[in-house]
C-alpha cells in the first residue's frame, strides 16, 4: 500500500530561501553594530550580506529551486540588507551631523532603492527588456549601491580619512549613488562580463589575488573593488551603446 502524498515544501525549493532570509538579517544586524558604533562590524555585516545574497540566486538555479516567492523575498532583503542599512549606518556615522537634510538624504536612498526593486519586479515578466537581453543591468544593482555608498566609510576605516567623514562630501556622495541606482544607465553584470581565452589564466590568477587581500586586507581590497566598479561605468554605457547600434544595424542589413 503506496503512501499517501503529503503536499509541502521540499528542501530543495527552501534552501535558497533560507540564504535569503541569511542575507536579510545579516544585513539589518548592521544597523545594531552601527548603535554600538563599531563601523568596521557594520560594514562588514553588509558585505556578508552581499555575498549571501550573490549565493542564493545561484543555489536556487542549481537546484532548481527559483520561485515568485523566492524573488518577491529577495527584493525585500534588498531593500533592508542594501537600502536601509546602508542608509542607517551612514546617517549614524556622518550624516547626523548635517544641519538640516541628513536624514532626508538617507530616507531618499531607501526610495531610490525600493523604486529600483519595484521597477524590476514590475518588468520581471515583461516580454521587451532591452537591458537584460543585452546582458546588463538596469542602472546600479542594489548590492553595489550599498557598496558604492559605504565607499567613505571604508576610507575612513583604512586611511583614517577625516574628509571622508564630512557630511558635504558624504551627501552629496550618498545622493549620487541613490540616483544612479534608479537611472536608466546599463551597467554590466555577470552575464555581459566575456573573457578572452586567452585571459583565463591571468584572470583566475587576478581573482585568487583579490581572495588573498579579501583576507589579509579586507578594505581596502573593497576600496579597490569600488573604485573599478566605478571606472567601469562610463565602459558598460559605452559598450551597451555599441550593442544597441548593432541591434538596430541587423535588420536593416537582413532587409
Known sequence: MTEPHRPGISLRALAPNAVTAMALCTGLSGVWF?????????LAAVVIAGVLDALD??????????SRFGAELDSLSDVIAFGATPALIIYSWALHEMPRFGW????FFVLCAALRLARFNAGIDA??????????NTGIPSPAGAGLAS????????FGLEAARDWRFVAPWLLLV????????????????????????????????VGVGLIT??????????????GLLPLSIANYARVKRRRKAEPQSAG
Open 178 to 209: 541613490a540616483l544612479g541606482m534608479i537611472s536608466n544607465i546599463a551597467t554590466f553584470s555577470w552575464t555581459s562580463i566575456k573573457i578572452r581565452p586567452s585571459f583565463r589564466f591571468i584572470s583566475l590568477a587576478v581573482i585568487g589575488l
Open 151 to 158: 565607499l567613505p566609510l571604508m576610507l575612513w576605516i583604512e
Open 217 to 230: 586586507a579586507p578594505w581596502f581590497t573593497l576600496i579597490i573593488i569600488t573604485v573599478v566598479y566605478i
Open 127 to 136: 516580454d521587451e527588456q532591452p537591458h537584460k537581453s543585452a546582458g546588463f
Open 104 to 107: 532626508t538624504i538617507s530616507v
Open 57 to 66: 540566486g545561484r543555489i536556487a538555479r542549481m537546484l532548481n529551486g527559483e
Open 34 to 42: 552601527a548603535m554600538q558604533q563599531q563601523w568596521a562590524s557594520a
